[in-house]
Structures are given as C-alpha cells and as structure tokens.
C-alpha cells in the first residue's frame, strides 16, 4: 500500500514506466533479433482493459498498449509515475491532484490519427466513462467496468475536475489508503477521448473494444481469436529505451504441452504456466532458461451461496452453511497439491498469500473428515446423491496448473460424502463472464494480487460491492463488509491490519471459499531472451525486453 507519508515521498518523483507487451508467431525467432514471440495461453475476450478482470485481457490490452497515471516499478509492487509525473495529496487524504507528462503520444493506426498529444481530456474521459451511466459514449457502447465497481471507485470519486491541459484534481468521498496504487492497476489505462469522439461520429463506439488506441509500447495491428496477436513496436513511445522489439507476438495456444514444444523448437521465445511435470526437462534443456518466483496468489473453490442459482428453480444446497462446511472439510488438499501442484505449491488456508502485510497466522483449516462432513450434511437436510454443479476453468492460470484435474479430485472427494459433482466448464472469456451472473456452482477460480494491498483480496473477491463482479461466491455479509470498508478508510498500517485480520475470521467461518494452494510461478524462455522480469502480479509485460542475436 501507498501511505500519505510514502505517497509525499513520490510527490516529486520524476521516474517514467512503460507497458509491456506479448507476442505470437509460428515463425522461429532466429529469423530476426527484434522479434518476440510469447506462446500465451487464451484468446482475450477484447481490448477495453476497464470491462475485465483477468491476466490474460489485461497481458493483451493493458500491458501492451496503453499506460496508466501511475504504474508499478516492472517486476515489482512500488508504484512509480507513469502519464503522471507526480502528484500532490491533500492533507484530510481526500483530494489527489496529478500533474500529466507532456509530449506523450497516442498511436497512429489505419483508424486513427491523432492531431494532439495526450492531455487531462483524455483522463477525464476514462474516469467520467466508468462512473457515469449516462456518459454518451457509455451509452452508446453500454458496458460495465467491474473491477471498478468492485473497489467502489465508481461511488467514491465525487468529482474530476480538469484544472489545466496538463493538471487534473480527483475528489474522494471517503479516504481511500489504495488510491494510488489502484490507479496503477490494469483497469485504470488511460483512453483517448479524441478517438472515442471519432468513434461516436461514426457510430462505431463498440470499436474501442475491438481496434484499440493507447499510448503504450507497442501498437495495435492484428487479432486472430485463438490464433495470434501482432504488435509493432512503439516509435515515438514516450521513453523510448523501453522499446526494444519491433514486432510483438502473442502465439495463442492453450495446451500447455504445445507451448512447450513450440518453445524448444524457437517458435516462440517465451511461454507461461508449463505443466509441473514438464519442469525437470525444461530446466535440463540447455536452449532454456526457467526462473521461477514464489506465487503472489491464491487458487481456490468458489461456493455460490445464492439461495437459487441463476437459470435454476431449485433450492441451492450450498445457500447453508453446513453444506459448505461439509463441502470443506471433504477436500482432501494435500492430495491435491501433491497430484495437480505437484511440489510447486504450498497449502492454502486463508483467503490470501503469506506474504500479504496483515496475513492472520492463526487462522486454521478445519480438519479432513470425511465422517464429520455426511453428519452435517444430514443435519442440513441434504440426501445422499444430491447434485451439484463443478465449475472447471478451461486454461492454465498462475494459481492452478490443472483445474481439469483437480475437478476430477474434487468430484471423487465429494463422492464419498454423497455430493454428485457435475463438471461443467465454458470458454474461458465466457465462464468468467456466466460465473459473474451467478451461473456457476461451486467453481474452481483464483487470484494474483494487483497491488500489493489486502483491499485487493478480501474486498475485490468478497466485499458486497463485488457482486457483479469478482465475487463469485456472491456471499455479501454485512459485517465482513463493513470491516473492510472501515479498513480501507484510515492509513494507520497497524489499524488496518487488526482490521484485516477480524474479516479474516469472519470469512473464514462463513465458508463462502475453501482456498486449496498457493503456487509457485515459473516462467520458461530461451536464453535469446533479455531482462524479462516475473511480474508480482501475475502479469506478462514485454517493456524493456530484448531479443539477442
């Protein structure tokens, strides 16, 4: 987290960020030095990095594309400037006034020319956009920015007020001791409010999604669904040392044992979330190189506690308690990290890393037993041969190798407390997006933290005003919400984290979760490649990045 006093000590802070950016090609990379091809592992779901939530939008749109007013330090969780140079905070920590960087630059496209530079329009523009319903380019292209609406941003921003071409002033309704380091988070890139003009002239407002415009290292060219992404590199990027690939590739290729063929064969110069037992002979190939870093993340299973499930008329067994507690205690974890993590993860037990600051450490799982779980089960009135549905995801993410196979362990633990586990799974832009109306059943997810703070798990992932969003449980209990409300309000660290660690023990005792692992994030690329950094948060970012010869 950033406090008033860390935040006064960047006040004057000049350090400049770029964004990164992926790759794709079928071709080897050999063929030329400023090519870059990243083996990615899903197709995004578009290009507008407000409307969504996962690593795999934000890699594509976010982290390529465009920048944000304030960024986080590549490879790290200190945030540094970005379209803002600095900025100022009020003393009752309710006003940040952020003075822009002059001489930044939009992209040129086929589609778009722009006849200025970057200026406070176009931040008001992305702000008023997300928190205005009746905005007109919200209206014309209707959509939802929920990672926005999670963090209550959209109700907490009382004002934007542009006090200059280069100078805009954010009014907060309530003190937010996250502010400024959700403002470096993917959601936050900055648009171009002349673009959005050109597309509302045209009628073709939807486009922002699909034909994007930023001010980012690397610039649009192409997008093949479950193919391939091309970018070309940024020439009049705004630090332009940070462009070092000509042409940026994202190869979309969700199997994993593809990915990694096509890395030993140079197909491809980088890849992602290799399978665990494919780890020893990737570090044994000589071509190779494989670091790794301890996972700032979280796999685990979502209950839906709705008391019906959407598109269900019946009553939803896990809207009880001890259904969930049954549930919880039936999975046996440690089998499931040894088959599915299989030695790269560590047991999870609470609803965020270890190295999350106010972390409770007395937090505790209830025991395996199996037993114990039919005995609440019947007290629950529940039948034996009762079905549930299984919510799989259909890719590798950082928190889950194999989501497939841990379903399937899942569905053998649940059936021997009498639970019939239906898998079910869908694309993976359309199971976030079903799960987000509150399809889903129980539902395997997980999250990489986004900035370093504890409103990012307990809140973003459970808090009342996530329902619509990253709440998959849709659990809102008003008590755990307040706590967290409360916690974000002060910036004393020491309050925060006897804040934290009450909601802790709320959640944990209303079951809406049960974690399963924290895993270690390992990221294999050929030699050729330079000063890539894991990203903390789970992200892919190609700013800074070369290719050697």
């Not at 950016?21 to 990615?40: D, E, H, I, M, Y």
């Not at 530079?117 to 928190?131: C, G, H, K, Q």
């Not at 996250?178 to 009628?203: D, P, R, T, W």
Request: aromatic share 10%.
């Amino acid at each position: 987290m950033t406090t008033n006093h860390e935040a006064n000590m960047l006040k004057h802070a000049v350090i400049p960020f770029l964004v990164g950016a992926s790759l794709l090609a079928a071709a080897p990379f050999a063929q030329a030095a400023t090519n870059l091809v990243f083996c990615s592992e899903g197709s995004p779901a578009g290009f507008d990095p407000g409307q969504y939530t996962t690593g795999t939008d934000f890699d594509a749109s976010a982290e390529t594309m465009f920048n944000r007013l304030t960024q986080f330090e590549r490879g790290g969780t200190a945030v540094i400037p970005g379209l803002a140079t600095k900025w100022d905070i009020s003393d009752d920590g309710l006003t940040y006034t952020f003075h822009l960087r002059e001489g930044v630059k939009f992209h040129t496209t086929p589609y778009f020319k722009p006849t200025r530079e970057f200026n406070a329009d176009d931040v008001l523009f992305t702000f008023n956009r997300m928190i205005n319903k009746d905005d007109p380019f919200r209206k014309a292209y209707p959509t939802e920015f929920p990672y926005f609406t999670d963090m209550g941003m959209d109700t907490n921003i009382t004002k934007i007020d542009k006090v200059d071409d280069h100078t805009v002033k954010f009014t907060l309704k309530e003190v937010d001791a996250a502010f400024i380091q959700n403002m470096a988070m993917s959601f936050a890139s900055v648009q171009s409010a002349e673009y959005a003009a050109q597309l509302l002239k045209e009628g073709k407002a939807a486009d922002i999604n699909q034909k994007p415009v930023g001010t980012g290292p690397f610039v649009f060219k192409s997008y093949q669904k479950d193919s391939n992404i091309r970018y070309t590199g940024n020439k009049d990027y705004w630090k332009p040392d940070d462009v070092k690939i000509d042409n940026l590739i994202f190869a979309i290729t969700t199997d994993p044992s593809v990915r990694i063929q096509k890395l030993k064969k140079g197909e491809c110069q980088i890849t992602l979330f290799p399978r665990p037992a494919d780890l020893k002979a990737l570090k044994e190939d000589k071509s190779l190189k494989v670091p790794d870093q301890a996972g700032f993340n979280l796999g685990y299973i979502a209950y839906n506690v709705m008391d019906k499930i959407k598109g269900s008329d019946q009553p939803n067994p896990m809207a009880q308690l001890k259904v969930r507690q049954a549930l919880d205690m039936a999975v046996n974890k440690q089998q499931i990290i040894d088959s599915v993590y299989q030695g790269a993860g560590q047991l999870a037990v609470n609803a965020m890393p270890p190295t999350q600051w106010s972390y409770d450490t007395t937090i505790k799982d209830a025991p395996y037993n199996p037993e114990k779980a039919k005995e609440l089960l019947k007290e629950a009135g529940v039948k034996e041969g009762t079905e549930i549905n299984l919510w799989a995801m259909p890719v590798q993410r950082p928190y889950n190798p194999n989501a497939k196979l841990m379903a399937e362990m899942l569905q053998s633990d649940w059936a021997k407390i009498g639970i019939k586990a239906k898998i079910v799974t869908y694309e993976w832009g359309e199971y976030i997006k079903r799960s987000k109306g509150g399809e889903n059943g129980a539902m395997l997810i997980g999250w990489s933290g986004d900035n370093g703070d504890p409103d990012n798990w307990l809140n973003v992932l459970f808090g009342c005003d996530s329902l619509q969003g990253n709440n998959f449980s849709k659990w809102c209990d008003k008590k755990f919400d307040g706590i967290v409300k409360e916690a974000k309000r002060t910036t004393d660290q020491a309050k925060r984290t006897e804040l934290y660690k009450q909601a802790q023990h709320v959640l944990k005792d209303a079951v809406p979760m049960t974690p399963i692992a924290h895993s270690t994030v390992f990221q294999p690329m050929r030699n050729e490649v330079r000063d890539f950094k894991i990203s903390p948060f789970g992200l892919n970012s190609f700013y800074g990045v070369s290719v050697s010869k």
